[in-house]
Structure formats: structure tokens, C-alpha cells
């Protein structure tokens, strides 16, 4: 993972996780920091609220462990340990161009930003 930029982790860990967890650029964008656990066996995803949640108490999503390069769970725990970000930071920030790489911005993704990744 150390030869993969930011802005690639960032990319592609979109693209995965609405896929694999089957959620809506809203519920993407709405992701924190706190709303995210991972074991050895799976990453879990708290929607605090979600189209789909009749009494609104929030829910747990669950992706599996795979042995595949296209592993969501590792690909969460490379970006997370590129980012280092605090319990309340959102998940997905936006990335500005520096001179080396990308730097991660102040304000989290719009879900027009996020459409824009995964089209």
C-alpha cells in the first residue's frame, strides 16, 4: 500500500464501498470517522440514518473479509492508516493537489462529488 497514493486509496475505497455495501451516495457522504469498525473478520458500518430505516434507529452494515485484491476491508485499513483521522472528522474529505501528492481538505464530500467518482 505504500507505493498507492491518497487520492488512489480514496478513489477506489469509494467505489468499493458503494458497491459492497450496497449504499447510496448520501449514506457515503454522511460517513464519519466513529462509524466505522473493522476486525479480523469483517468492517462494520454504522448509518446513523438511511432511506431504508423504517423507525430511524440506525443500522449496521457489514462487509466481509476477502482474500481478493479488491478487498474492501483492507483497502479501509490503508486509507485509515494514510489519513489518521479523528473520531469526528468525515470519512471522505476532499483532496486539493499539492507539490508531493494530495492533501486532505477541511469539508467532507458532497454527494454530487461522490457521483462523480463512481461514474
Not at 478487498?71 to 476532499?94: A, E, I, R
Request: proline share 1%.
Amino acid at each position: 500500500m505504500s507505493l498507492v497514493s491518497l487520492y488512489d486509496i480514496h478513489s477506489v475505497l469509494i467505489c468499493l464501498l458503494a458497491f459492497a455495501a450496497s449504499l447510496r451516495f448520501d449514506e457515503l457522504a454522511k460517513l464519519v470517522r466513529s462509524d466505522v469498525e473493522i476486525d479480523s473478520e469483517k468492517l462494520q458500518l454504522f448509518l446513523e440514518s438511511s432511506k431504508t430505516d423504517k423507525y430511524r434507529d440506525g443500522t449496521w452494515v457489514v462487509v466481509a473479509v476477502s482474500e481478493k485484491v479488491t478487498c474492501p476491508v483492507n483497502m479501509m485499513n490503508g486509507y485509515l492508516d494514510k489519513t489518521q483521522l479523528s473520531h469526528d472528522n468525515s470519512l471522505f474529505w476532499q483532496l486539493s493537489k499539492a507539490k508531493y501528492g494530495y492533501n486532505a481538505r477541511t469539508r467532507g464530500l458532497s454527494c454530487t462529488r461522490l457521483r462523480e467518482l463512481i461514474n
